[in-house]
């Protein structure tokens, strides 16, 4: 389902895409990424920015508003909210 915090960043990426992977990423490799599309053609740092926007519409379902954390090249990675670490506590494999 598309929020209003989507359609803000779909705007700004339509403006200024490396600013809506800044707002996705923050300092990131994605960021650079971002910057470097959009000075070698404004096409191609749209598409990396909708990417980004579309991977975390990803995330938000899967996980759950919150419930996730960005680990970079488009992949998120739930949170433990509350809970234990796999393992914790026992001795490893």
């Known amino acids: 389902m598309v929020k209003a915090s989507d359609v803000l960043l779909i705007l700004v990426a339509i403006i200024f895409p ?3 992977a800044a707002f996705i990423t ?5 960021l650079l990424i971002n910057i470097c599309l959009t000075i070698l053609g404004y096409f191609p740092g ?3 920015a909708f990417w980004l926007i579309y991977k975390k519409m990803q995330a ?4 759950g508003y919150g419930g996730f954390h960005y680990i970079g ?3 998120y ?7 234990a670490p796999v393992n914790y506590g026992t001795a490893g494999p």
């Open 77 to 83: 990675q739930a949170l433990n909210q509350g809970s």
């Open 46 to 48: 749209h598409i990396h």
């Open 60 to 63: 938000e379902e899967k996980y």
């Open 73 to 75: 090249n488009g992949h």
């Open 26 to 30: 923050g300092c990131s490799c994605d």
């Open 18 to 20: 490396p600013a809506a």
